[in-house]
Structures are given as C-alpha cells and as structure tokens.
C-alpha cells in the first residue's frame, strides 16, 4: 500500500464543495465494505447539483481514501455513471497507484437493463401459474404413462433374458421396503384394528348388537383398511426415498453416466425398486391385516367382552375368501402405482435442492392419491362382479 | 523453526506478515493418517500454490485450515488467531476475512447465481437491494462474465462459469485471503489462463493473499510467488519455482523437470 495507508481513518465521507461551477468532492476514509452502507447514502446525496446551483465540472479528490475495495470502487463508480448522465465531465484525481486497476475495473461493468424481467406483475403471473399447472397435470400424466410402458417393456426384455435381471438389487430394496418396514406396519395396522373395534363396539352397543363389530372389522380390515393403510405407509416411507435416490442421482448426473456406459437407467434402476415394492406391497398388506384383526380381537374380547373363540367362529362365518382376495388383489397394483410415481418425480428432478425436496413431496402426495383414486375404480369393479 | 530441514531460498520479503500458520498439524481418517506434522506459512499477499500427488491431502489440509475437518494436533493461526482457542465471535471476523472456492463450486443449488453472490454480502452488511444488485454484477464483471449469468441457476452453468461464479462468491465480501481448491481444473486451456490472470489481477487490485490447490503447471509458472508440495503428509519442498526445479526430491524432479513439463517449457518459450 501507499504511502495512504497511515491515514485511514475509521470512517468512510464523501465531502462536496464548490468552486465556480466546479464541483469538487473530496473521499476520504475506509471506503470498504463495512461502511458500504454508510457511504451510500453519500454517494446519492452528491450526485444531483447542489440547490440552485450549475455544475459543468466534477472532481473527485480521492487521495484521502486509506483503504479501497470493490464495494468502495464500485461506489466511485456509480458516482461518476451519475454525473455523467448528466452530460458533466467527471475526473479522479490523486487516486493511489494500487486501486486504479480495481477502479478501471469497475468502469467496465455493465448494469443490466431490467425493463421486463424481475418486475412483479400480479395478473399477469396469476395466469402464468394456472398455464403452468394445467401443463404439469398433462405432462406428469403423460410422465407417468411413459414411465409405466417402459417399466413393462423393460419387464419383458427381462422375462425373454432373465440373466439381465438385476436380482441383487432387488433384494437389497425389497429388504429396505419390505423387511425393514415390517414393525411399523404391524404396529400401525394392530392400533387401527383395535379403534375400529373399540369405535363399532361402542356405536353397535346402542342397537344390542354388539357382535357385528367382528363382521365390520373383518370386512373393513381385509377389503380396505389393510391395503390402504400399507400402500399409505410404503408412500411415504419408500416412495419418497426412491424420488430422494433417483433425484439426486439424476442431480449428479450419475444416470447419465449410466446411460453413457449403456446401460438402460429403467432396468438398472426403476425396474428393480418397482418389483421389489410389487412384492413387498402384498407381503406387507397379508401382515397388517391379519395385525389389525388380532387388534380387533383383542379389543372386542378385553373392551367388548366377546370371547377369541367366539369372536373367531363369527369371523370364519361373515367373511369369505372374497373379502381377503380383494384385499390382496389390488395390493400389487397399488404398489405399482407408488413406485411408478416415485420413479417418474425422480427422474423429474432438476438441478437444485430445493426441486428434490420439491419432488419428494410431490411423490408422496401423487402416489397416496392415486391409490385412493384406484382404491374407489377397484371398489366399483369388484362390486360390478359381484366380489 | 521446523522450517530449517527444507529447502529454502534467500527470494523471500524482508518483513513477510504471516497471515496462515500452521504448526504440526495430524489429520486422520480412521487408523489411516493424511496430513502427519506438517508445518506450513503463508504469507501477505503471496500467491501460495499447494501441489502434490492426487490425494496427498491438498484439499484435507485446505479444508482443516478453514475449520471443515478436525484435526488430531497441531495448531493452526489465522491473522493470528488460533482457531482453536477463538471465541465464537473471533472465528466469525476470521472467516468473514476469508473466501473459499471448493473444487466443485458448491454454489447453492436452489438460488440463482446473483442470489450465491449476494448471500454473504446479505449477511454481513446490510446494505440497499440496489447495491446489493450493483455489486452482484461488478463481481461477475471482475471474474469475467456477462450480467445476465446473474439470473441462471448453477445447474444452467457450464464447468468454467460455475468456478468463476465460485470465485465471485468467494470475493463477494472482498476478503484478504482467498482459498481456491484446484481453480484451473475443467477448464480448457486459454479459460484456465484467464483465470490465472485474474487471480493475479485480483490479487495486485484488492492485495489478496492466495491458498491455491493446483495441478495446473501454467498457473505455477505464471501467478504463484511461492510453491509447496505436499507428500507423505508433509511439506517436501516449499519456495519459489527455482527451488522447485532444484529440487532433487523424485517426486518434485518428475513433476516439474519431467517429460510432460518439459513440453510445457517449450510450449511455452515458443508461445
Ligand atoms: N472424509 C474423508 N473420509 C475418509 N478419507 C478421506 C476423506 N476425505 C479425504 N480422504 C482421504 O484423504 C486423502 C487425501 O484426500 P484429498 O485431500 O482430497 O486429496 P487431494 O490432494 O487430491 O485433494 C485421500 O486418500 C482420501 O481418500
Ligand atoms: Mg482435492
């Protein structure tokens, strides 16, 4: 540093005098970052003729300036864009040797010129966001029908070559989706089974028919409550982790280079994830509500006061092998369904964090949706055929 | 001083402000030991490049200088602040007094390049939006890119941009010492020069002291004042680039009188 630098005083001023009709503005001080904000106002205070005055002439006496950086050059800068603006010759004098590069630097910065973009226009933006939603809905629609065709394509190359087939995968996600969600599941579906029992025992007590709780909680359990409660459970426990994996794979550009090796990121990926939640999904359903019929049972015996055997002769009688095959048939398409949405809002994931997190939520509210959707279409078919 | 058993030369400033110290630094992964009592000075305003072999432990060193790794031992002093026995506040001014630049940019995904700039200057100072915006588009300038980079999110970047954009967030609120993890690398040659200019620029303009991790032998010749290798977990020789190519550690002799930078010299002398 020059021979300055004693004199850097703890404060940043920018001091105006006139001579004639030349303006003479002194710096002086530590025009660095820390006093940016201070300076500021300074700097827009001294770009505008004093009252009544004319001002052909601005000098900018900045050999007072201990210490300079980008933020302090930059403020420099600005002074003389605005005095330039106004047609007056502007000049710096007395600047130390070591700052003119940073100050020369700034006169090459160009401003945008924001004349659209950035400014806030409420209606125009409204419709911008219906348009880009009613786009989303076709494109994730479309999305997911894409992803579907080519999981079953990629399932059919794999029956035609079964040495493809990427079984080490697949167990590792059927023991993250299927194994290690085994306790949760049993512990869920058992606390819904014993409230479905305490609620109907409760209501049913009112018409003296209490024992039809065990025909309500077998039909509910094994149509109904078990399937959904699982395929709910699997779409936020392992449906957002299949969106978090694949976005962030795709955000580090790992399935390009899949892609690049040739391999197909569907078979390497997708397909084993999505067999593993079509075999999970059913395993996991089975144990729920066979869970939340020993819940039920408990309750209807220690609430209720109805005996395990009688509750279980009065099961065997109201419910037929219908109900369960219900329940265990729409499992492995509700698991096809998690897992689709979860692949298509992976693979959907751009660049930033915030879109995986975005994704990720997307998944889960899309797949728990959709199987409620597919739920009710499942409900009128089964009773169409009389099931 | 530990410095006594390398080689060193007499090209040194009279009075050198050691702005980095380091002092017997161990730093571990594991039972597996990288950095092993490695002794380390940078001084005010020097352009230090910090070679060694891939995974010597150049970005480890880097990374527990800045306070991202823990150390076994050692002590380490920033602005003569040891950062060990720094108050919470002390470390804050150190690091508002210091930028990084990581070997992948590691710009903030979900922001826009302006708004990577303009965070730190929005934490630490609180000044207009309308300075705020200013600013953001002289750093761009000053690492030479075009103001409407500022608008892109990182992922719409290419491999150059993200590292100047990388550099502009390290300069954003003008620090005296700035770390650069391998800044050259993925860039192609005449981008990689330019870099290089621009860190010497910046550091002639703003008086910057320079950590640089680099494999790039242009950048060596051209912008450091002093070179140190690492290897084995220890500086092996530490000075400018004569001491360098007097070198007679074998590892020191390959890298900078070997086949590859002996075309590089003579690429040079015809350019
Ligand atoms: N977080 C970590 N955990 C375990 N080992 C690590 C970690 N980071 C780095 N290493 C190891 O430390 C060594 C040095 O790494 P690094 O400093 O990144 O090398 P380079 O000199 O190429 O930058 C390497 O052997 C690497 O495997
Ligand atoms: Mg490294």
Partial sequence: MSAVTGSASAQATLQGAMEGDRLRLTAAGAWTADYARTLEPQIDAQSQPPRRKTVTRVEIETSRIGQLDTFGAWLIERLMRAWQARGVTVEVTGLPENYRGLVAEMNQVKLETDDDVGRPRPLRDAFAAIGRAVYEISHYATGFLQMLGAVLVAMGRVIVRPQTFRLTSMVHHLENVGWRAVPIVLLITFLVGCIVAQQGIFQFRKFGAAVFVIDMVGVLVLRELGVLIVCIMVAGRSGSAYTAELGSMKMREEIDALRTMGFDPIEVLILPRILALIIAVPILTFLGSMAALYGGGLVAWLYGGIAPEVFLSRLKESISLDHFKVGMIKAPFMALVIGIVACVQGMETKGSAESLGQQTTASVVESIFLVIVLDGFFAIFFASIGM | ?271
């Fill in chain 2, 1 to 271: 001083m530990a410095q006594g058993e390398r080689e060193e030369t007499a090209i040194r400033p009279a009075h050198p402000e050691t702005v980095i110290r380091v002092r017997d630094l161990v730093v571990g992964f594991g039972r597996k030991l990288i950095i092993n009592h490695l002794d380390l000075d940078v001084y005010r305003g020097q352009i230090l490049g910090f070679v060694g072999a891939s995974g010597a432990g150049k970005s480890v060193t880097m990374r527990t200088v800045i306070g991202l790794l823990p150390k076994r031992s050692g002590t380490i002093e920033v602005f003569g602040v040891n950062l060990d026995t720094a108050t919470p506040e002390q470390r804050q001014a150190v690091e508002r007094r210091w930028g990084v630049l990581f070997q992948n940019g590691a710009l903030f995904s979900s922001l826009t390049v302006r708004q990577n700039i303009q965070f730190p200057m929005r934490e630490y100072l609180r000044i207009s939006e309308r300075l705020l915006d200013e600013l953001a588009a002289a750093k761009l300038e000053m690492v030479g890119l075009r103001p409407d980079v500022g608008d892109k999110y990182p992922s719409e970047l290419s491999g150059g941009m993200t590292k100047r954009v990388a550099l502009a967030r390290a300069l954003a609120l003008d620090p005296e010492i700035v770390f650069l993890d391998e800044p050259t690398s993925g860039l192609d040659p005449i981008g990689a020069g330019d870099f290089d200019e621009l860190i010497a620029t910046l550091q002639r303009t703003l008086g910057l002291t320079v950590f640089m991790v680099t494999h790039d032998l242009d950048s060596l010749h051209t912008v450091c004042d002093r070179i140190a290798v690492i290897g084995d977990g220890k500086i092996l020789v530490d000075g400018p680039m004569e001491t360098m190519l007097a070198s007679d550690h074998p590892w020191v002799k390959e890298y900078f009188s070997g086949k590859r930078s002996r075309a590089h010299a003579a690429r040079r002398r015809s350019a």
